[in-house]
């Protein structure tokens, strides 16, 4: 299959995933340049490199970019001053790419050769503990990146949609699963009906309509989700 347009101008961004730009990763801002809703000037991490890049795949005159999303810049890293990290794991989700290691109340730390300096993991830290050090030092734009390191954020980012999506289907399951059980304890408890009153059959009543409509909705979000995954 030829390349749509669409992947071929994402293949020029540097999927530093930074959100910069105004769309939430590199693939839908490419999708929103090819079809006519994005200017093709809105990525700093990609320069005005960048910006001669798309223009001369679109045909279009290069321009400048458009400092409102960001300036170009020497490409930095984040840096976790490990003596202030309380272990909040709020960095961590918010890395777009996993490319910090920790767990709750445990200390956290960045791997350097994955992070693509997107600058995402600052603002969320409640204690101010990560600064973005810069590593390409005269170096901006493509020049501090290469086509190599973002094939590589890519596939991370990529590895780590699967991974939510792989996760919240497992929470989905367990909870679905406790639903069914819930529904199977009440439905083994006729003999109790004749002790309970009228309000409190109909209590137990409403609270299997609710369990059954939460089990459904359950089931149908699975099978979405199976579609989805089996679309070529």
């Not at 445990?106 to 810069?134: E, F, K, R, Y």
């Not at 890519?154 to 919240?168: D, I, P, S, Y």
């Not at 459904?216 to 979000?221: G, I, T």
């Amino acid at each position: 299959m030829l390349p749509t347009l669409a992947d071929q101008l994402e293949n020029l961004l540097p999927q530093t995933q930074c959100t910069k730009c105004g769309y939430p990763a590199c693939r839908p801002y490419a999708e929103a340049i090819a079809e006519g809703n994005a200017n093709y000037n809105q990525c700093p991490p990609g320069g005005q490199e960048g910006v001669n890049r798309l223009a001369l795949l679109l045909g279009k005159p290069s321009i400048p970019l458009d400092i409102s999303h960001g300036l170009e810049r020497v490409r930095p890293v984040a840096v976790i001053d490990e003596a202030y990290c309380i272990g909040c794991t709020l960095c961590i989700q918010a890395c777009p790419v996993d490319a910090i290691l920790g767990a709750a109340k445990q200390m956290h730390t960045v791997l350097p050769s994955l992070c693509t300096g997107c600058d995402l993991c600052v603002a969320p830290c409640p204690v101010d503990c990560i600064s973005m050090v810069d590593v390409t030092p005269g170096k901006t734009g493509w020049n501090a990146w290469t086509p190599d390191q973002a094939d590589q954020a890519r596939q991370q980012f990529h590895t780590r949609e699967l991974r939510l999506k792989r996760e919240a289907q497992e929470n989905d399951d367990r909870l679905a699963a406790k639903a069914v059980a819930k529904l199977a304890a009440l439905d083994d408890e006729p003999e109790l009906t004749a002790a309970l009153s009228a309000a409190e059959i109909a209590e137990r009543d409403r609270k299997k309509a609710i369990i059954a409509a939460a089990i459904e909705r359950a089931r149908l979000k699975k099978l979405d989700a199976d579609t989805d995954k089996n679309k070529p």
